[in-house]
Structure formats: structure tokens, C-alpha cells
């Protein structure tokens, strides 16, 4: 049983015996509930409280990953000095064991996935691990101001990667507010901050990192229809309907109807013991995710191939396996090295695909619908890359009039 609901059944008890007893004083609760706190830090000590010869009274209390002797006259300044140690662990506790009560809690209540909960926990490693054995009930909000602008200048952080990170400190710090360990209001604290964004480390890319360009992509194509086995059906889906990667490993047989793939599930990837779990969620990325998407109708026959070799429910099996995202992700960087181009991810490929549905004159609701989004903002913004080359691009802008 946790501390807190030891003392509310505690509590109970006392006021049921007081009750039944007929009289209600509030000294004699209050002492009883006072000698009931006692007990409960004295049982919580891991140490022997001990008699020694000289007459002394002795114990240990932890101190880091050891302990460290105490003695004092009497048993009951031991005790008192056991019992300050505890109260001071319970009601200041350090920002590690405010963060790990705070994820913890989450998880339980299936507010973020195993693969969520696994990734937090690894940013807390890399920003927090000096940060996090400060009490937290000492810190202050120049304190948390110092931490953060420091932190984002020593780690040299991306925008993405700053944004990541003050999830960890809203999360810890409201919580902690919550469990009344701090009075301020951490909203308050990281929106006075003031950050220009020359401070974020940029990540300059060409869209030929991000896309494949129009050359490519024939080749690429080409190749697959080609070399078509179950694994090579799965990427060329993927080039047409812009599916997660995710989304394609959790694919059902169930889930196609003629040329309409209905998206409601993904593989998510976390760690247990050391090892690495694969699984399917009943549930996308976003809410959003939650969609039917169109392929176009030449690719249907290459949809039904894939269920025909596929060996059980889901629609890329193989022997009784499905198929997971790293064995695509592998297959595709294969495909990329026959054809002759740079190693491209998956989600490359996303992106290949709203750039052409917005190349194309797509309406923006067609083209957030079949990506998943809820905002043509996130689509153009983070997705939409040119894909022509040099000559393309000396094509098209010779052929705008009054220029």
C-alpha cells in the first residue's frame, strides 16, 4: 500500500474508534494521528535503531548510494532525527522522484503509450541529470529560468528539440504544483522567458535530402513493380497513398476495400529488459490519423497481391510474422542503393507524396484528409519540398508569362 493511502486507512480507523466511542476531542486526534505519523516513518527506515554500549542510541541514515552513522543520547531523539529524514524525503522530494511520479502516473493512466513514456524518459537522461537531484521544493523560478537557457545553449538544440524539453519541465513542475511542493506557476515562469530564435541550432537541408526528386522516383518505382515480393507491395503503397510506416506494418487484410485503405492502428516500438518490442496499437498517431485513404486504382492489383502472399491476418506476413517498420525501413535502403540513389527513410517518402498532391492542385482538404493532419499548415510547412530539378526548374520558370 502507498504512503498516502496508509494514512487516509489509518485515519480512517482513528475517527471510526473515536466515533464509536462516543466522545471527539480534538487533542486526543490530534495526537493520535501525530503518534500515528511516527510509526509510519519509523517503518518506513530500512536501518536498526540500536543501543550501544556507551549507552548511546544509534542508527544509519542513506546518504547517496551509502549511509552514514547517527548517534544522539536518547531513543527518542534518535527516532526524531529518523523521522525529520523521512518527512523531508516525502514532502521535498527531488526533481528525479517528482519526474518519476509524474511519468509514472501518466502511464498508469494510459495517458501516453510505452514508446512515449520510453522516449521522455530518455530526454530527462540527457538534459536533466545534474538538474534533477536539486530538491524541489529549493528551487526557484530564476532557478528553472538558468536551467533552461542553459541547457539549450549547451546542448545546442534545435527548436524541435527545445520544444521537447520544456514538455519535461511543464510536466515536473505542474505536477509538483499539483502536490503542493511549489506555490509558482511554471507557465507563468518559461512564457516571461525570453528566447530569440537565432539561440536554436538549425538543420539546413536541401529537398533532395528531404524528397525523392523527380528523376527518382520513376527509377525507384520502376524497380519495385520490377522486383515485386511482399516486401517491395509494401513500399510501393507507401509511395501511393503516403501512409506512415507505422501505419503500413499494422495494416489487416480487413482494413482494404477495393482501392480504400482504412487507417486506425500503428506499430509502436519501446524497450523492455533491454530488448526492443514491436507491437500494435488499436489506435494511430493523432486522432486525425483515424482516416480512409485513396490509393489510386492501377495499384489496387498490387494491394490484393500482398494479401494474396501474405501468411496470416495482417496484410505484409510473412510465415506467420508481420512484417515490422525496421525490416521496411532496411528493405527500402536497399532499394535505394540498386537504384542508385542516396539513402532515403520512409518518412521521406511522406513527404514525396504531399509534395505531389499539392503540386498537383489537390484541394487542401483532400490532401490534410489522405496525410492525416488536421492543418494544411502542418503539411506545407513541415512536408511540402521542391522536387524538380535544375532543368525542370529553369523549365517552368521560362514558361511564366510576363516575367
Avoid at 511543464?170 to 515562469?189: L, N, R
Wanted: aromatic fraction near 10%.
Amino acid at each position: 500500500m502507498e504512503l498516502g493511502n496508509l494514512q487516509y486507512a489509518q485515519s480512517n480507523d482513528i475517527l471510526r474508534f473515536i466515533i464509536q466511542s462516543g466522545k471527539i476531542d480534538i487533542n486526543d486526534i490530534q495526537n493520535r494521528m501525530e503518534a500515528m505519523k511516527r510509526k509510519e516513518m519509523l517503518d518506513k527506515h530500512p536501518y536498526k535503531i540500536w543501543q550501544g554500549q556507551d549507552g548511546k542510541w544509534y542508527t544509519y541514515l542513506p546518504d547517496g548510494e551509502g549511509r552514514k552513522l547517527k548517534k544522539r543520547k536518547t531513543k527518542k531523539e534518535i527516532e526524531n532525527i529518523v523521522i525529520s529524514y523521512w518527512k523531508e524525503q516525502i514532502e521535498n522530494p527531488t526533481v528525479d522522484e517528482v519526474f518519476e511520479n509524474w511519468i509514472s502516473k501518466k502511464y498508469e493512466r494510459e495517458e501516453i503509450s510505452k514508446a512515449t513514456c520510453d522516449r521522455y524518459r530518455r530526454q530527462y537522461t540527457e538534459g536533466f541529470s545534474k538538474f534533477g537531484k536539486e530538491k524541489i521544493r529549493s528551487i526557484t523560478e530564476y532557478d528553472i529560468e538558468e536551467f533552461m537557457i542553459s541547457t539549450l545553449h549547451d546542448k545546442n538544440m534545435t527548436a524541435k528539440g527545445f520544444s521537447n524539453f520544456r514538455t519535461l519541465v511543464f510536466g515536473i513542475f505542474k505536477y509538483a504544483k499539483k502536490m503542493k511542493y511549489i506555490s509558482f506557476s511554471i507557465t507563468e515562469v518559461v512564457n516571461d522567458i525570453e528566447i530569440s530564435r537565432k539561440c536554436f541550432r538549425k538543420n539546413v537541408r536541401s529537398d533532395d535530402e528531404l524528397v525523392f526528386m523527380d528523376d527518382e522516383l520513376p527509377r525507384v518505382i520502376d524497380y519495385l513493380i520490377e522486383n515485386e515480393d511482399i516486401m517491395n507491395i509494401g513500399l510501393l503503397i507507401l509511395f501511393k497513398s503516403g501512409l506512415r510506416i507505422g501505419e503500413l506494418a499494422a495494416l489487416k487484410c480487413e482494413d482494404i476495400s477495393k482501392n480504400i485503405i482504412h487507417v486506425h492502428r500503428t506499430e509502436i516500438c519501446y524497450e523492455n529488459n533491454g530488448e526492443r518490442i514491436f507491437e500494435v496499437r488499436d489506435f494511430p498517431k493523432t486522432e486525425a490519423g483515424i482516416r480512409d485513404v485513396i490509393i489510386p486504382e492501377k495499384y489496387v492489383k498490387y494491394v490484393v497481391k500482398a494479401s494474396q502472399m501474405s501468411s496470416g491476418e495482417y496484410l505484409f506476413e510473412i510465415d506467420g510474422k508481420r512484417v515490422r517498420t525496421y525490416q521496411f525501413r532496411n528493405r527500402l535502403k536497399t532499394v535505394c542503393k540498386k537504384t542508385g540513389i542516396v539513402n532515403k527513410s520512409p518518412h521521406k517518402i511522406r513527404k514525396t507524396y504531399a509534395s505531389m498532391l499539392i503540386d498537383s492542385g489537390i484541394s487542401e482538404s483532400v490532401v490534410i484528409s489522405q496525410m492525416g493532419h488536421t492543418d494544411i499548415r502542418t503539411t506545407k510547412g513541415f512536408y511540402y519540398r521542391n522536387r524538380n530539378g535544375e532543368e525542370k526548374k529553369i523549365e517552368i520558370i521560362n514558361s511564366v508569362e510576363n516575367l
